[in-house]
């Protein structure tokens, strides 16, 4: 059972309190927490060009391109981001004038959120994050993929002593995760596959620095986390996993951008994809290194990230109608366990063709799905 869990109150963006109108309305009695940092305000006039764009080369056509942005403003998650610790599209945009811009917030809904109100122009999120965000009405776009990892970096944990045992004894328990994120999806679809429904447990939402301090407290029963916060629940915290996503978290995540940014900078987004995939090149060839460079900036212990490094993806792959029809399966499970309150097409939140083409890298576009 859970027992005395904290309820603090945390501020919330408008479209947040849509997302959670939602939930069932025992999930309403939390509210989620947005922890950003450094971010810059969408009517600061830094943000666009006065002048004349800077150009580069086109890798896909040789011809100088504009690169109208001067500011791109990021954002990510409180597990982290390599490419912000390596500091590569720094490096790379400086000579085009343009200047990268980083917030943190406390997971996928949250990031969803500021990207809503014109606070970050794009940012990486799990499957779920988005669809939450798209029935509530933001305008975004789905950019580039994440590819999939086995799975083993998110699952649902409970305390080693615990009489939980198999997912199948979560019915009539109360089960702590992000509402909105892919946890969310991760323990819907293990419902599913026990013959249960959403509605035969008890949601609680937490944030997951939350939730960490809850579960070490005991205070917490079952929770549905990701890494590094698995992986610090299951060694530090005593917790034993029961399901974790391997065969289910299959689309890998996405970054995720506003509609007017992205139509506006495609190929400033062509850049930054391209320096991404090649960060997560790097770090899935140097995984020792990114123990390295990320254990002390997350303040774990280094065989603690080692386990994290080790079951993570890092790489990009393009958006094809393939995943889309998957996202759109997602978004279909919600609808019929009435985790969201209506269908919604996943065709409104994507590019044309010609889109997607001229923002892909070459170094991407032989990629397989």
């Not at 981001?81 to 400086?94: A, Q, S, Y």
């Amino acid at each position: 059972m859970i027992t005395d869990l904290r309820r603090s109150s945390y501020s919330q963006f408008p479209l947040w309190r849509r997302l959670g109108l939602l939930i069932a309305p025992s999930l309403l009695s939390l509210s989620t927490v947005l922890s950003s940092c450094s971010i810059v305000s969408s009517q600061d006039p830094s943000n666009t060009s006065t002048n004349s764009p800077a150009t580069s080369a086109s890798p896909n056509t040789g011809k100088p391109t504009a690169i109208k942005a001067k500011v791109i403003r990021i954002g990510y998650q409180s597990s982290g981001d390599l490419t912000k610790v390596r500091g590569v599209l720094e490096k790379r945009l400086e000579p085009l004038g343009v200047k990268v811009e980083w917030s943190q917030f406390a997971a996928g809904p949250q990031l969803m959120e500021a990207l809503n109100v014109g606070k970050v122009d794009i940012g990486s999120v799990g499957e779920t994050p988005p669809i939450f965000a798209q029935v509530a009405g933001s305008q975004l776009v789905y950019v580039v993929a994440r590819k999939p990892s086995e799975g083993r970096g998110s699952g649902i944990i409970v305390q080693k002593d615990s009489p939980i045992k198999t997912v199948a004894d979560l019915k009539g328990q109360k089960v702590v995760f992000q509402k909105g994120s892919a946890s969310h999806y991760l323990i819907v679809k293990a419902l599913e596959e026990v013959g249960l429904k959403y509605s035969d447990i008890q949601p609680v939402t937490l944030p997951p620095v939350e939730a960490r301090e809850a579960f070490f407290q005991g205070k917490i029963d079952a929770w549905v986390t990701w890494d590094p916060y698995l992986a610090l629940a299951e060694t530090k915290g005593n917790g034993r996993i029961i399901r974790d996503a391997n065969k289910i978290a299959t689309q890998g995540g996405f970054y995720i951008a506003s509609r007017n940014f992205t139509t506006d900078n495609l190929d400033l987004l062509r850049i930054v994809i391209e320096e991404i995939d090649k960060n997560g090149q790097w770090a899935e060839a140097n995984r020792a290194e990114v123990v390295k460079l990320v254990a002390p900036i997350l303040k774990i212990e280094p065989e603690i990230q080692e386990i994290v490094t080790s079951r993570a993806s890092y790489r990009l792959r393009p958006i094809s109608p393939q995943i889309i029809e998957n996202q759109q399966k997602i978004a279909d499970l919600f609808t019929q366990e009435k985790v969201i309150p209506k269908k919604i097409d996943l065709r409104e939140v994507t590019l044309t063709p010609e889109q997607y083409a001229a923002m892909t890298p070459e170094s991407l576009k032989d990629s397989k799905n």
